[in-house]
């Protein structure tokens, strides 16, 4: 079966297409981040704190760095040995997704209709969405509120802008793919999805 002839895994296909509304979002809260980080590089103080002992967490860390990269090795081993036509979309594209947006939408709006499992559905998934859209801006923020050497000299990475950059990054990538996984099986299917399932039942 070729791609054109199977619908699940066509190019335009809805849940492999970019969101323009949530690319448009994440950025201008990355940008965001960046001017609320650039304003608190403003107001640094010009006394240097010193540095406390054990309170960079650069073990845990490398502990962190080690559990994602296994976990994100072994997603893609499991994906490559699956046909084709049966992966779906990328699990690291998905959250950026039209199809993603579109779940979002309906389970807001509760397309399912006006229930308590429904109720419950959308009250659990605000949480989630918040760590969705806390990640861009933190990361904004540490771009250049961590050129206050203050702002690194203790923070999680630290001493240095870099490493306090990377740990942070790290910590929000986690979480961005954690709360986005938890999503996924939150949300309502995709409308095109519920319409599969009603035809394979009549």
């Not at 308590?116 to 990640?135: C, G, I, Q, S």
């Not at 250049?144 to 802008?161: F, K, M």
Request: glycine content about 8%.
């Amino acid at each position: 079966m070729s791609v054109l002839e199977n619908p699940g895994v066509r190019l335009e296909n809805p849940r492999c297409r970019l969101s323009r509304v949530t690319a448009t979002v994440f950025a201008v809260l990355l940008v965001t981040g960046i001017a609320e980080g650039a304003a608190d590089y403003a107001r640094r103080s010009p006394k240097i704190e010193q540095h406390v002992a054990g309170t960079n967490a650069i073990t845990v860390h490398v502990l962190i760095a080690v559990a994602a990269a296994a976990a994100v090795v072994s997603i893609q081993a499991r994906r490559s040995r699956k046909p084709a036509r049966q992966r779906g979309p990328s699990p690291w594209a998905a959250p950026f997704s039209a199809g993603a947006a579109s779940r979002l939408r309906r389970t807001i709006r509760f397309a399912g209709g006006l229930s308590l499992p429904n109720l419950a559905r959308a009250v659990a998934a605000v949480p989630l969405v918040l760590v969705l859209l806390y990640t861009p801006f933190r990361m904004g923020m540490q771009i250049t509120g961590g050129l206050d050497p203050n702002a690194t000299v203790n923070a999680w990475g630290g001493p240095t802008y870099l490493g306090a950059l990377l740990a942070h990054y790290l910590d929000g990538t986690v979480g961005f793919y954690a709360a986005a996984f938890l999503l996924s099986r939150l949300l309502l299917p995709a409308a095109d999805a519920d319409r599969s399932v009603s035809h394979r039942n009549r």
